[in-house]
Each structure stands twice: as structure tokens, then as C-alpha cells.
């Protein structure tokens, strides 16, 4: 019999410098990846610079501009009162970052931590890595 995850509700929103890292990261990533294929390639390294700005941009719009609400209702993630899907990209145990996509929104990143989520940081994990019910068929009587 499967065990489904608790109810917790949580408010997130970034920190500074997590947003930083949320925009440097990527930009970093992209960037020395371009430099790597431009030397092969035997063209300047200062084009990667490009890329770099790209996928910074593209991050920056993916990092959420206001704190958003999550919770679970036990079958559903919602998200300032929105169902969506919520995934967990990666886990550290003390800090996830956690993706959400709804039909409606676009794509966004939330770093979450032990620290800023408090006590109901066990409650969270457990419900981002549980097992979702299966969608039961309506009853006809």
C-alpha cells in the first residue's frame, strides 16, 4: 500500500543572492560551454560572451518576481492558488530546487531551503518526493 506525503503549505521567496546564483549559474554554464567549443572550433573565446547574456536573460525571466505560495492538497500541487506540476531537479537535503509548470504560467524555478522553510522543511520534502494517488473515475449511482 503506497504512503502519500502530508499537507504542508509553504511560502517561497528567494533570497538575493539566491536569485543571483539562480541568474549567474546558468549564464556561467552557457558561457563556458561557448568558450570550450569556440577554441575547438579555432574562433575568438570573447563570443561566448553572447550565449552567456542569452541564457542569462532566459533565467532571469524564469526566477519568480514575487513570493509565490505552494501547497499540496494532498493530490495537487498548487502554486498562488493554481494546480501545476511541481519537480524536484535537485535535492541537497538541506536546500531543492524545484520546478513549476502550469498550462497557464510560464516555467519557474524555486530554490528552497531547510533554513528559510523552518519547520515544515520535513513536511515539504517528503510531499515533493511522495507518491501521487492515482485519479480516481467518478462514481455513478
Request: hydrophobic share 55%; charged share 10%.
Amino acid at each position: 500500500m503506497p504512503r502519500y506525503a502530508p499537507e504542508p503549505a509553504h511560502t517561497h521567496g528567494a533570497p538575493r543572492r539566491t536569485g543571483v546564483l539562480l541568474v549567474a549559474l546558468p549564464a556561467l554554464a552557457a558561457g563556458v560551454g561557448a568558450v570550450w567549443a569556440l577554441v575547438h572550433l579555432s574562433q575568438p573565446p570573447a563570443l561566448a560572451l553572447l550565449p552567456a547574456l542569452l541564457v542569462g536573460a532566459w533565467a532571469w525571466r524564469s526566477a519568480p518576481a514575487a513570493p509565490v505560495h505552494l501547497a499540496w492538497d494532498g493530490a495537487q500541487w498548487l502554486a498562488d492558488g493554481e494546480h501545476g506540476e511541481l519537480a524536484p531537479m535537485l535535492d541537497l537535503h538541506a536546500a531543492m530546487l524545484l520546478r513549476w509548470r502550469s498550462p497557464t504560467r510560464k516555467t519557474i524555478w524555486l530554490p528552497v531551503s531547510a533554513r528559510a522553510a523552518g519547520p515544515a522543511w520535513h513536511a515539504l520534502r517528503v510531499a515533493v518526493h511522495a507518491h501521487r494517488p492515482a485519479a480516481q473515475p467518478p462514481v455513478h449511482v
